[in-house]
């Protein structure tokens, strides 16, 4: 299904791996796998915590009768000054085409300016390699601390509150934002800067990989293998090669625009032999993925929050 998305706050012990859920009820993880946990005595139902190196986790649930599955994305809670907003970002959404009954979802790349006293100056949507244009005039939103539940209030021009945005920030100082808004609008964002350094041929990564559909399903979490085959610095371009089926894809980094990751539709071989793949959009967090395909190419939409498997 799909329905609105809802804000939670959970608690977890980390050493004791206890804590209390979103209703209060107390839980148990259990480990099942690296840097992955489940939840104790659970029946009819699977959940999968996927935590990444910057303690984010994409958690994902599965009845184990029923085609039923949830997800769920957790970040420590923090109390961060509005000042730790200022900046340019890149921005990926998954946005609903209304708040109830059948509904689509189409991802979306923007670009988001504040101010160090959370005024938006400026938001731009993104298509694929186009150029960004603006996806309203002034004035915009700005954001506030919530002193009572966390994170930060968004106050529309009008003066009412909308969306819930929330700030992460690791040790060593890179930030993530997660906005949820009350239509069922997830937003993830990172800072606007260069990705550095390419991976090395012979470079192996390993992923979980959730997968959202355009038509509001979530599909069975899955793992993924890739090895870098080849590296060019000229135009930083990189290609892997996934363990599955030996497909190889290419990306270009920093395209369309610093801190993002783009692959061309069907920039994609098997053995040497093209085959079909999707355009799509990717953006590292810091032990984690988020990619959405470009409105308008062929196929269904989608949008895959990927964590790195130790």
Sequence with gaps: GSAVRRLGKAQINAATLTGTDAAGQAISLVSTGPCQYGLAGETGWTTRFNVSSASMAAVHG???????????FAIPEQALPVSELAGTWNAMSWYPSATSGTRTFQPTVHELSLTA??????????????????????????????????GFDEILPSGALWSRLFLHKTISGSRVLVLLSPDGQFVVAAPKKPLGALPAVGDIGNWRDLLLNGDGTLAALTEGNYTVVAVDPVVRSV??????????????????RDGLRHRALNACTIDGAPVLCAEFVQMPIGGMTITGSVPGTPGTPFFIVSVAKP
């Design 239 to 256: 290609s892997r090669r996934r363990a599955s089926d030996r497909r190889v894809d290419t990306q270009l980094f920093d395209l369309p």
């Design 117 to 150: 006293d959370g005024q938006v100056t400026a938001l731009l949507n993104c298509t694929g390699l186009a150029p960004c244009t603006p996806q309203h005039p002034a004035p915009f939103s700005r954001f506030v601390p919530n002193t009572v539940d966390g």
């Design 62 to 72: 599965q009845s184990t009768t029923t085609s039923e599955r949830n997800f769920e």
